[in-house]
């Protein structure tokens, strides 16, 4: 080949790769809007919940004194000291389906006296009814938890819920201060947040919108408490929200939020999927799932917007999170099941979303805390172990309560046939200190990726700290007698360049990057 054409050639190929470059540069950008901050991420978005559920409360949380579990005052002491690592704002008990069969005078007063109960809607188990209310309230001052109690409707009356509410708030002398006092506590606790009733299409009483919305007004007539919160639908039932909007639109002094619930099944809730040997067909499925629910929350939004623009009633989604087969050989009634690094990428994906609708999604919590669902902690015998959806939370505390950043992404396609999801998530928030915390998810199970963070409206700044949740296989995991798999690591491939960031980051990963203003 002659010279001049060989220079010719060469000059193509090269203009060919830098346009490449630029396109797969564009290709992944997130912006980060510095100076559009106008919401707050409140941190009961990174609430809890725990029901009467299979090993949720017994033998997960509580194990009573003589117990040969080392615990304190009855409480499992290794549960105890890893929730107080994640600083849990808001726990929302006591279920779930569980909440409507619950009548709460069972729970009280010397624990000889209060009946056993059977657990109808989990797995029929007996329960002695040690955990009650003293015992759910102290927890929650032991892990300075604010407590969110759900009170019976499907089977308990508007008495049983304001009989509730005095015995737990009341500082006067009134008969359920009174008992309280009798059972051995002086002053009142506060709980600020109370849900009318659990899933009351439902396991709540098979109710229908409308009859549900009266009910609501009925019961929060006598709920002399600050935020009471009415049961959301189907989270595709959109006539749910609007009813319930609609008939508390002259109330609204009576309706503080409407519940969300939210569970990501991969196949069918017939046959979900297992949480630990799946295919990356099936990581696929349940990451489109999950990014599913956004549009689904907005259009729950967007009603509540219509019914509500001064925005006083607030969205909790008070239980979201991935739901699998239980792990073989456990009792299906009690959820149990295993947590992976998909899991791990599917909270990320959540929390994003929460984050960014923070304007209106005040609480979210994850179902469920110990040994059910998708739990932070699993628990064997004496021994204990964090699930990859645990340092999730752990890395996500950076957002309580700072200033949400508007980001914009715009990420390669994460192809799977026909259908396409983006391959990144991301939210963004800047603290008290000034500190702009950004946490981004890779949600591909093979695509390593590099993205541009474009810091819109910061002139300078420094990396401060950034750190990464990964792992090698997409079914990484952490388990009894073996080696953590999963954990939060250091992560070094972040790179300054101008105002902006350029990431590389490894598929099935979560990486938090935090920034200070120069
Ligand atoms: O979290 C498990 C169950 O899921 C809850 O009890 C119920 O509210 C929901 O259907």
Redo the contacts with the bound molecule.
């Keep these: 080949m002659k010279k001049g054409k060989m220079f010719f050639m060469l000059l193509l190929f090269a203009l060919f790769s830098l346009s490449e470059i630029i396109a797969q540069d564009k290709i992944n950008t997130i912006t980060v809007n510095v100076s559009e901050g106008k919401y707050t991420i409140n941190r009961n978005i990174y609430g809890h ?1 725990a ?1 009467h ?1 299979g090993r949720c409360i017994y033998d997960g949380i509580w194990v009573g004194t003589e117990s040969s579990i080392p615990n304190i005052q009855g409480y499992r002491k290794d549960v105890l000291e890893a929730l107080k690592e994640l600083e849990i704002p808001v726990l929302r008990w006591p ?4 909440a409507d069969t619950y009548h709460w005078k069972d729970g009280i007063g010397p624990k000889q006296n209060r009946p056993t109960i059977e657990n109808k ?2 797995g029929g188990t007996i329960e002695d009814n040690s955990f009650g209310t003293h015992e759910f309230l102290d927890l929650c001052e032991m892990l300075n938890t604010q407590p969110y109690l759900a009170v019976n409707v499907g089977s308990g009356s508007p008495q049983e819920a304001k009989d509730w509410i005095e015995y737990v708030t009341s500082d006067g002398n009134t008969p359920m201060a009174n008992l309280r006092r009798k059972n051995g506590r002086e002053k009142p606790w506060k709980v600020k947040f109370w849900g009318i009733g ?2 009351n299409w ?2 709540g009483g098979n109710m229908t919108a409308s009859y549900y919305a009266d009910l609501f007004l009925r019961f929060s007539t006598y709920s002399w408490v600050d935020t009471k919160v009415a049961t959301g639908g189907l989270p595709d039932d959109y006539d749910w929200t609007e009813t319930i909007m609609k008939k508390t639109e002259r109330k609204q002094n009576l309706i503080g939020g409407i519940s969300f ?1 939210h ?1 990501t099944v991969t196949h069918t809730w017939a046959d979900k999927g297992s949480a630990l040997d799946f295919i990356k067909d099936e990581w696929f499925k349940t990451i489109s799932k999950n990014f599913g629910m956004e549009s689904m929350l907005k259009k729950h939004l967007a009603i509540m917007d219509k019914y509500d623009p001064e925005n006083k009633i607030s969205m909790f989604a008070d ?1 979201w999170g991935n739901w699998h087969n239980v792990e073989p050989g456990t009792n299906p009634g009690f ?1 149990y099941h295993q947590n992976t690094i998909r899991d791990a990428v599917s909270a990320a994906i959540y929390l994003n979303i929460f984050n960014n609708s923070c304007y209106r999604v005040k609480m979210a919590n994850i ?2 805390t110990v040994n ?2 998708q739990a932070m902690v699993l628990t064997n015998d004496k021994f204990l172990v964090k699930t990859p959806t645990f340092y999730v939370f752990k890395m996500y505390k950076k957002h309580f309560d700072a200033l949400m950043l508007p980001t914009e992404v715009i990420s390669e396609k994460y192809l799977n046939g026909t259908e396409e999801i983006p391959s990144l998530s991301a939210s963004a928030s800047q603290n008290k200190d000034g500190e702009i915390n950004i946490t981004l998810a890779n949600v591909t199970a093979d695509n390593d990726l590099q993205t541009s963070i474009n810091l819109n409206g910061l002139e300078d700044f420094e990396i401060i700290n950034s750190e990464i949740i990964t792992a090698d296989k997409i079914n990484s995991h952490n388990d009894f007698n073996k080696k953590e798999e999963v954990s939060i690591k250091g992560f070094n491939s972040v790179d300054k360049d101008g105002n902006n960031l350029i990431v590389s980051i490894p598929s099935k990963s979560i990486v938090s990057i935090s920034l200070k203003i120069k």
């Design positions: 919940f029901e559920l279920g779930g389906c569980f809607f989990w659990n899933e439902g396991c619930h569970y239980e959820l179902a469920q059910v669902l």
